[in-house]
Nanobody
Framework: QVQLVESGGGLVQAGGSLRLSCAASGRTSSTYVIGWFRRAPGQEREFVAGIHWSGGTTVYADPVKGRFTISRDNAKNTVYLQMNSLKPEDTAVYYC????????????????WGQGTQVTVSS
């Protein structure tokens, strides 16, 4: 089992920045990928960004490319999502997820999920 705890959400004005953190514990040695997803009110959950835990390969969804950066600190078992130039349409609950069943990043087949953290961007 892998446990994930997100933090860093909040309220920010358009154009501002936030950094989300995802702290992993448990069987992190079996984790290949950490991803960030988000769900806006009334919408389906969507992939935001992902990173290979060991090699550091990253993948981003088109709406966040150039604005968001995912990174990891293996010593702290933590993955970060730096979000810059935030827009009102980035408002959502952000979830981090871990994948132990494969190495593909851009997929919905993640095995473990955090509880989510709310990000609200005001116009």
């Amino acid at each position: 089992q892998v446990q994930l705890v997100e933090s860093g959400g909040g309220l920010v004005q358009a154009g501002g920045s936030l950094r989300l953190s995802c702290a992993a514990s448990g069987r992190t040695s079996s984790t290949y990928v950490i991803g960030w997803f988000r769900r806006a009110p009334g919408q389906e959950r969507e992939f935001v960004a992902g990173i290979h835990w060991s090699g550091g390969t990253t993948v981003y969804a088109d709406p966040v490319k150039g604005r968001f950066t995912i990174s990891r600190d293996n010593a702290k078992n933590t993955v970060y999502l730096q979000m810059n130039s935030l827009k009102p349409e980035d408002t959502a609950v952000y979830y981090c997820a871990a994948r132990s069943s494969g190495v593909v990043i851009l997929t919905t087949r993640y095995d473990y999920w955090g509880q989510g953290t709310q990000v609200t961007v005001s116009s």
